[in-house]
């Protein structure tokens, strides 16, 4: 394992007992130190199969994982101490309150800056006082992220961690994640979410039904990923016009409606917009099977 690799899989599969197909299949790649990797994929594509893996509640059938160059399997308690981890199906202790799971989680191990606890607590605007049991989804899953970031691991481990997420607690997620990147944390983030991914990550990897099919930087990603954008004038729509750009489809049209959709260079959308009075301008996300289907037309898989 080269020194600059944090995170680390080789031929990594899992079939689980009684089932003829694997989970997960001959999956291979390298996460370097300080880098954010989105491991996108629709729900059932095998993220959290991987994820325990990487945390050794499961064994793998083939194959081995590393996290900073430990063996996953034979060293899991030393990795254990040096990982942040959030389960994507938060389980903690109903009848504690959020406060006394947090000491709990630092009696267990003891954070470096016991002052960061409270800054995590305050960037999340999370009540300590009330029993989990009692906490919303969204109260729940910022206790789960406090406590997975509380001791500043040098590894952190996500399973889809914006769920349950108002909007404003999705920023400061973003945030939190900008600032371990700096310290020089490495993050694996699993998601299903096109548009946080890109906001996040540095590169990313797709996986659909156990195999990984593609990794980009976020930077090629985003030239590839399908913009959609609807866009009402104030007076007739220039179709032809827009028509002209390469790499454009009109996907509906009204005389001064256009719904059009887009990869790479927005650049002559723009132009031509900026000489016309433009009413409304709303982008919409693609959708991630299209993206998916998208890769395996451009490999061949």
Not at 70 to 78: A, F, I, K, M, Q
Not at 94 to 104: A, S
Not at 176 to 187: E, I, P, S, Y
Request: proline share 4%; net charge positive; with cysteine.
């Amino acid at each position: 394992m080269a020194r600059d690799v944090a995170i680390s899989a080789y031929n990594l599969s899992k079939k689980y007992q009684g089932t003829k197909k694997y989970a997960l299949r001959g999956l291979d790649f390298d996460i370097k130190l300080g880098e954010v990797y989105g491991f996108l994929g629709p729900n059932g594509a095998g993220k959290t199969t991987t994820i325990r893996l990487l945390m050794n509640f499961i064994l793998p059938t083939l194959g081995e994982a590393k996290i900073m160059d430990l063996d996953t399997v034979v060293d899991s308690v030393e990795i254990k101490s040096k990982v942040g981890y959030l389960s994507g199906e938060i389980a903690l202790y109903p009848k504690m309150t959020g406060r006394q799971f947090l000491e709990y989680m630092s009696d267990l191990q003891p954070p470096k800056r016991a002052s960061y606890m409270r800054e995590l607590i305050r960037l999340f605007n999370f009540e300590q006082n009330q029993k989990i049991g009692n906490l919303s989804k969204g109260n729940r899953q910022k206790l789960g992220i406090i406590q997975a970031f509380m001791h500043e691991p040098d590894v952190l481990i996500l399973d889809e961690p914006t769920g349950g997420l108002d909007p404003l607690m999705q920023e400061a997620f973003f945030e939190l994640v900008r600032q371990n990147k700096t310290r020089g944390a490495t993050l694996f983030i699993s998601s299903h979410n096109l548009t946080e991914v890109q906001k996040m990550c540095d590169r990313v990897g797709f996986i659909r039904e156990g195999k990984l099919i593609a990794e980009q930087t976020i930077g090629d990603f985003s030239k590839e990923t399908t913009q959609t954008y609807d866009i009402s004038f104030a007076k007739e729509a220039p179709l032809a016009e827009i028509r002209r750009i390469a790499k454009v489809k009109v996907a509906v049209h009204t005389p001064r409606y256009v719904s059009v959709q887009m990869r790479g260079d927005l650049t002559p959308l723009f132009t031509i917009l900026a000489k016309h009075k433009v009413n409304s301008l709303d982008r919409r996300e693609s959708s991630l099977e299209e993206e998916f289907l998208h890769f395996y037309r451009r490999s061949g898989k």
